[in-house]
């Protein structure tokens, strides 16, 4: 190593090139990469490698090749769907609503009550949100009595909650809270100037909207319901509940395979669920480009 | 990535200003700019969010309240049934070190990642959201294959099995604790202040401790609280662990023998969640992060 | 009658009084600064001219036409916003041709009319960029032209330069002057730098706790403030306490030594005034042309590039400044000896009634 030395011609201590300095930097992420390796990656290898095995304990294709087959590709349709329904239209609403209690002018407690209450209904999901549903618009829930009593038989018109549309009424539960929660910082981020300035150009507030506001909310927006759309396709708890295990969802039937209730393929059970992370993946994938996009924008 | 949370509110102007603004003595010309105090859109929209919120709510306290002839019953029964304290209990505790454990691996590693290795960063932010990626009931399989074998058996003993519970829920707490913190550390400067503290003579342990936690106060506090929400109601898991001491497998229990006591517990654990989080926001009034992302199964 | 009036207008957030009685009455074409520290209420008088704000009380009169309640998106003036305030999602071209679509301006006049703005601002070139690949004084000029594209009656401009390095804020001021003056647009300029607002501007508005302290042509302000906080304010001011001897006479004291001033004081003999000195109008060493020769110790010498300052006090909390230019000749006094100061009977100007302001003491609330 050359030695160097300082305008008085003093020498000065070695320093260690900057190349090997910046190697070793990774290794402050060594706890949390081996923590996910052990408790994550470690259970889900046996999901990639238990896909390809059948009941026997070989390897196999079988599983791949039974994706088409009966009621599994109806499922994935389905699944997909009533994600993708959620997930717009919670998307919308849940945008109108963080609109409302973040630009709209409503007193300040209100937002925080409707923040709060979200992260709460974002994880109310499961057994007792299907509970409330069944108590509340079931066969024999107040509010079927009440509309009853007032000459409305909603049952006439074939809405069920067991039904897909049901489903999706009831996943909105947890899909609005996270659409406002997620999409509250971006209107937060929507500069106060930008508004002024687009008023000060002459935009009436419609204008505004159209050519300002919600061209640079468009990625935030888009992102988030695409996670929206994750957050639907994985959720099962509620679903079963609520329709007894009718609604054929992907990870309802890859439940039961894997826990042995119907037919016990377990292999089959990976495979499904290998489909199902190639979804989400992309679904995520998807997001991640959308809010650097977003992030650029917001942060000019 | 964002996923919620950001720094620095836009409007600067105390509300009382805005309320006067609004309420002003109007000229002709203006009127029809704002329409009264509030949006009557924003209300409407926030009526409506309120009224599906509510309503089944509203729905489950009705049908808890149905018992005969003490409507309170089923409340009742619940407060003096000792697995109610129990269960939340334990998950409660369950809850507490799990979060402690994921706050020690996330705090360091969010930090890291900002400071020292910004490119590894898309690579941190993917392993954190493959829990999401993962179906509950899939991961618990995987992680009793893995750790009811030699060499390293968990599920034989209880204590092994908390501890694979608590790993478990640490996992399914990355996303949220990572996107806090990271948010976090978004909105402080993180940069400057480690400098200022190395320049100090501060060493790293002391940064972390000193330095870059108590910031991050508000950001850790709700990453915490999303995790407890997560812990508590978490049922696959815990179930398949053998867990039926968790407050998830109390409460499918119960809603499978008693009639009206499932809604009497979950309109408690929703009140008693609520009332958290509204301290948790009082708490943290005035800090620049914000109450975090929640997702649902 | 002028072009844009402002009569009495008021400002009130609650209890708090952000602008009380602004009176302003600007000439077509005229480029008029509103000066002062933060807090002074010279952002909220623009914005009430933009709309943003209402005023509390008092009117604002557009070439006749009273606009004091009308919105924002109905007023016709240009503003250029601190932060620019560019729409990110928009190319450079869109931004500066928003304000014509939203007049609903054929396209090819409004392409016209961009390209026309862009090159006045010397940036014909960056039409598809976006904002966030410009560099701040790029962006700054881009919303300077997005400002003026659909021709507003009047320009108004927030600070505009303030986030800018040192060099460009010079070379962006002295253009953005050039196209005022080629356009001719009545233009209303706040800043805190009184650098910028003396060197741009045909009249200033000096303000201060949300009153205006003095309005007046940079010349005047500088020379003949009317307020000690202008006098303070605007350049480096000495402020010496000095005890009348000679009304009459204009004849002061100044810790024991005596000086003369050109006119005769109101004050009565034996009191403490005030009295303002600029330090160009003083010069180290004795003059015997001069008519004030007043002794005092070196306690600092500093080199400001073409001028250096020298504090020579007279007495124990008395400091006269001194400002030299900078020769290659000139000997600089060291630090510790005694040195004379000396400056014409016409340079002191006697603050009357207010009490002696210490420029260090503004320097500690800012």
Redesign the interface.
Known sequence: MATVTDLDGQEMPPVSPARRRFGWAWVGLLPFFLFSLAFMFLPALYLVVGSFRNNAGDLTLQNYEDLQTGIIPGAFLTTIEVSLVTAVAGGIFGLLLAYSVILGGLPRFLRTALMTFSGVASNFAGVPLALAFIFTLGQLGFVTVILRDLGFDIRQTGFRLTSKFGVELVYMYFQFPLMVLIIAPALEGLRRDWREAAENMGASAYQYWRHVALPILTPSILGTMILLFGNAFGAQATAFQLTGGTLNLVPIIIGSQIRGDVLHNPGLGYAMAMGMVAIMAMSIGLYSVLQRRAERWLRS | MSLGGGGGGTSSIPPWAVMRYITRRRRPEERGRRGGIGNPFAWLIFVLGALYFFVPLVGAFLHSIRTRPDIFLAYRQVLDDPKFFLGLGYSFTIGVVTILISLLIIVPTAYWVRLKVPRLRPFVEFVTLMPFVIPPVVLVFGLIRVYSSRPIVLTATDFGSDLLLVCAYVILSFPYMYRAVDTGLASIDVRTLTEAAQSLGAGWTRILLRVIFPNLRTALLSGAFLTLAIVIGEYTIAVFLARTAAFGPYLSLLGRSQPYTPAAVSLISFGLTWLAMLAIAFLGRGAQTRVQVAGAR | MSFLELTGVQKH??PTVAVEDFNLAAERGEFVSFLGPSGCGKTTTLRMI???E?PTAGTVVLDGTDI????????????V?Q?Y??????TVGDNVG??L???KRPSDQTKRRVHELLELVHLGDKMDRY??QLSGGQQQRVALA??LA?EPEVLLLDEPLSALDAKIRVTLRHEIRAIQRQLGITTVYVTHDQEEALSLSDRVVVMSEGRIEQIGTPFEVYNFPQTAFVASFVGTLNVLPAVVVDSEAGGLSLAGQSFRIARPVTARVGSTIAVALRPEMVSLGERLTQDNNVRGTVVDVSFLGSIVRIRVAVTEGVVVTVDEFNEPTLVLPQIGETATVSFPAEGPLVLESIPVVDPDELIAEA
């Open positions: 957030f609650g933009a709309g943003f209402v004091t309640y009308r919105p924002p998106n109905r007023r016709n003036v240009g503003m916003f932060s305030a560019l729409f990110p999602n928009m928003f304000g679509k939203v007049r904002p966030y997005r400002a659909f």
